[in-house]
């Protein structure tokens, strides 16, 4: 059974950046496409970042294109989302995913979900 596991979450102020990271265990990571999506209070969780199996291509919602960097490292079965120039409209639990095969930017692709991590940012 996959397994993930977040951290890195935490309150930081506006400008400042955090890194996330997702552990992931159970299966080959290799085979999936690993994704990051967040929910803010109030609000539905929506797309963040995802990245391919092999780390060839990446995807960015367009509100963090520029501040985001997803990456992975199939030797240590991670993947992490690079965060600066943090807003306060960045504030969620931010969530890792794995998508057997092919993942994007759709929830519905992702089989496997971690529990999440809080980050939140002060103005």
């Known amino acids: 059974q996959v397994q993930l596991v977040e951290s890195g979450g935490g309150l930081v102020q506006a400008g400042d950046s955090l890194r996330l990271s997702c552990a992931f265990s159970g299966d080959t990571f290799s085979r999936y496409a690993m994704g990051w999506f967040r929910q803010a209070p109030g609000k539905e969780r929506e797309f963040v970042a995802a990245?391919?199996?092999?780390?060839?291509?990446?995807y960015y919602e367009d509100s963090v294109k520029g501040r985001f960097t997803i990456s992975r490292d199939n030797a240590k079965n991670t993947v992490n989302l690079q965060m600066n120039s943090l807003k306060p409209e960045d504030t969620a639990v931010y969530y890792c995913a794995a998508a057997y095969g092919l993942g994007n930017r759709h929830q519905e692709d992702y089989e496997y979900w971690g529990q999440g991590t809080q980050v939140t940012v002060s103005s």
């Open positions: 990245i391919t199996w092999s780390g060839g291509a990446t």
